[in-house]
């Protein structure tokens, strides 16, 4: 955690650490990673909302708990952007992290493969890797997408690649 600005690492150490190494082909053991999942991600949750930072819903699209679906969001310029968050779980999961999903942003920035998948590659997968089995679905959301959000959004709307909604609904009446 050295070089992490103090509000991030205080944010990491409260989301508690998973322990079980299963992934999606792994039967009683993936029930008992995902108890686990769901337990960090209520934890990671709740703790945004306690203080004021509430910024992401997701759940699991499917009984398997490999494809999750959800929404994210950030305010810039006291403005709120929303954006559909999709990933699916890989086989090679806790090894492998899940590849976070903007379909809405895609073709919108450089840091974005085909589909809408957020570029991770640099700073956060060695990250996962040192961290795995430990890290999980909330330790990608806190580390991987919020800064990847905090670093591309305000950069996307100041170049006119988004619009607020309120701004796209007027543009088009006219």
């Known amino acids: 955690m050295e070089g992490w600005d103090q509000t991030t690492k205080s944010t990491l150490t409260q ?3 998973l322990t079980t190494k299963a992934g999606p082909r792994d039967g009683a053991a993936w029930t008992q990673r ?7 991600l209520i934890a990671y949750t709740s703790m945004n909302k306690s203080n004021d930072n ?16 959800g ?8 403005l709120k952007y929303e954006f559909d968050l999709q990933f699916d779980i890989p086989v090679t999961y806790p090894a492998t992290a899940p590849e976070l999903e903007l379909p809405q942003l895609d073709g919108k920035t450089h840091k974005m493969y085909r589909g809408g ?3 991770l590659t ?16 909330a330790h990608a959301l806190c ?12 950069i996307l709307v100041d170049s006119g690649m988004i619009k607020h909604k309120d701004d796209a609904a007027s543009s088009s009446e006219v």
């Open 15 to 17: 989301i508690p650490l």
């Open 34 to 40: 995902l108890k686990e999942e769901y337990k960090a």
């Open 54 to 69: 509430d910024w992401f819903r997701i759940s699991a699209a499917n009984p398997e708990g490999t494809r999750w679906t």
């Open 71 to 78: 929404k994210c969001w950030y305010v810039h310029n006291l």
């Open 117 to 119: 998948k957020i570029c």
């Open 122 to 137: 640099v700073h956060f997968k060695p990250l996962w890797a040192k961290n795995c089995p430990r890290f999980g679905i």
């Open 143 to 154: 580390l991987g997408l919020a800064p990847w959000l905090a670093a591309e959004i305000p």
